[in-house]
């Protein structure tokens, strides 16, 4: 791929021209974002111009095919055939992999109205944006020394901060971190830190969870902030990633123009995954409301449950429970995704006691696999389970009787499936199911043999109470939480003890309907 390589080559010196030629980029770079004649000169920034052919032009009257012009990913071509510049009107930045060779470039708008922001090579022989980092090559001497890699969402806040002396800064190609580049920093440290601003690691980034993490993936200039995917790659790469919040409103550049050593405090904040997740959170939040509290929970335990260092999650659960001001043993062995799950031998017997094969680590987790598995398979018995419910005057079947986040979800398109009548309801489950559902699915689909429907009245008696179950752990559980926060508020002069004892109450009312439905229930029998 030398030829292609030539190419990105000459394509520097081609842009750099332009940036030269063009006085009010070359004024935007230097008094906009404070870079030198020297940065610029050099980590080699230059401007593609406006038009469609400039570049086309004049590579190939330098002898060029449009071939290795498009191979090289600097000119784009239509579905119609009509080749065109892929770059126009941006900054242009050199990205090289960590040897230092040509492998693609990055481009950022001049004009606000341009859209995306930030454009990078396509993927090419030499450009793989998920295993590559911007910087590396400059970086990786920096990091070792220091033992430690800074990752920015912005090539040109590492540029920026190369210049202020942070030259152990690097950043991804606008999306979400891959194992394949964190195993490129770990070559030169296990420490690392994500430098972010709170759009990309805040509050609301966090509440949109790993589906909108992944979604965000494919655009370009938008870094992701997957939690979940950190800390498994943390764990499987035996590394330490943390996470620094940058003030609002503030870039990189703008926080070492004013005040260098700034930057270097904030880095040594950094805070571990979990903990900046946990704190991100509890921001206006108000902590003395159990539903915010179960909210935090269940957001944060299944990234407590990701890790694989016993005392660590231990650690994490206590610093949870703290924070909550809940005992310890309402979080113990709590989780939101479900561990995998083996198909359930053929010899063994498949009739109405079809029991789920999970592992019992947590007796909840199988008791709600159970459930959801023969629900699956007999969608109609959930409304046969709201009738029974609601003879003993309580409240029909909800996603709230599932405390795994993925169970609630599971549930909730469940439930839809046999609220419409358009479609089969196996049909309607796999149009509508998300995919990060789909093992799970399949997973409890297979735990049983096929159900016998002579045995419906049984199951649905097994189901009814083993769902009573549920729900009276779940209302003790909040009983015990509203106790523990009483006593903790009589301690702080007692402002909010009626609003808790009314909360116990509606608890201790919830109790005692559930016992008097399980005492039916046996009389039948």
């Known amino acids: 791929y030398e030829n292609l390589r030539k190419i990105l080559e000459d394509a520097i010196i081609y842009y750099r021209t332009h940036l030269f030629n063009n006085k009010n980029i070359f004024n935007y770079l230097k008094d906009k974002r404070g870079l030198t004649e020297s940065t610029i000169e050099t980590f080699g920034l230059g401007y593609a111009p406006a038009g469609y052919d400039n570049f086309l032009k004049h590579f ?79 970086a990786r001497k920096p990091i070792r020394v220091a033992d430690q890699a800074v990752i920015v969402e912005g090539y040109l806040d590492v ?28 070559k030169y440290t296990r420490r690392i830190v994500l430098a972010l601003d709170p759009d990309v690691a805040g509050q609301k980034a966090v509440l949109r969870g790993l589906d909108a993490a992944r979604s965000a993936m494919d655009k370009e200039g938008e870094l992701a902030f997957d939690a979940r995917g950190l800390l498994r790659n943390e764990s499987r790469l035996q590394a330490d990633l943390r996470v620094a919040s940058i003030p609002d409103d503030l870039d990189p550049d703008e926080i070492v123009a004013r005040n260098k050593e700034e930057w270097k405090t904030l880095i040594e904040n950094a805070k571990p995954v979990v903990t900046h997740v946990m704190d991100s959170l509890a921001v206006g939040q108000n902590l003395n409301d159990p539903k915010v509290k179960n909210q935090i929970a269940a957001q944060v335990l299944p990234l407590i449950d990701d890790i694989g260092n016993p005392l660590e999650r231990d650690t994490y659960r206590q610093a949870l429970a703290r924070m909550l001001k809940v005992n310890e043993s309402a979080l113990a062995g709590t989780t939101t995704r479900p561990q995998a799950m083996r198909r359930k031998p053929r010899g063994e017997d498949s009739s109405v006691k079809v029991e789920s094969t999970v592992a019992a680590v947590n007796p909840r987790l199988k008791v709600e696999t159970y459930c959801l598995s023969m629900l699956l398979k007999r969608p109609e018995l959930v409304y046969r389970l709201d009738r029974k419910l609601e003879e003993f005057g309580l409240s029909p079947l909800a996603v709230e009787d599932f405390e795994y986040t993925d169970h609630q979800l599971l549930f909730g398109v469940l439930r839809l499936a046999v609220e419409q009548d358009e479609k089969e309801h196996q049909n309607y489950l796999n149009a509508h199911l998300p995919e990060t559902l789909t093992t ?31 729900r009276r752990t779940h209302a003790t559980s909040n009983v015990n939480q509203l106790r523990f926060m009483q006593e903790d508020d009589e301690t702080q002069g007692g402002m909010n003890i009626k609003m808790y004892q009314e909360q116990t109450m509606q608890f201790t009312r919830l109790l005692r309907s559930l016992d008097l439905a399980k005492q039916k229930i046996a009389k039948k029998q």
């Open 60 to 138: 190939t009257a330098k002898g060029y095919s449009e071939q290795d012009l498009v191979n090289s990913g600097m000119l784009s071509e239509r579905e119609d055939g009509k080749i065109f510049d892929r770059f126009r009107n941006r900054i242009m930045i050199p990205i090289r992999d960590e040897q230092g060779r040509m492998t693609g470039f990055g481009a950022r708008i001049v004009d606000p109205d341009d859209i995306p922001k930030f454009l990078n090579s396509p993927e090419t022989p030499l450009f793989s944006k998920g295993r590559l980092l911007y910087g590396l090559d400059r």
């Open 159 to 186: 540029i920026a901060l190369h210049q202020a002396g942070y030259e152990n800064v690097v950043s991804p190609m606008g999306t979400a971190l891959t194992e394949d580049q964190l195993r490129l920093l770990k």
């Open 440 to 470: 799970l699915t399949n997973d409890l689909l297979n735990q049983t043999e096929k159900i016998d429907k002579t045995y419906d009245d049984r199951l649905l008696e097994d189901l009814l109470n083993r769902l009573l179950d549920l």
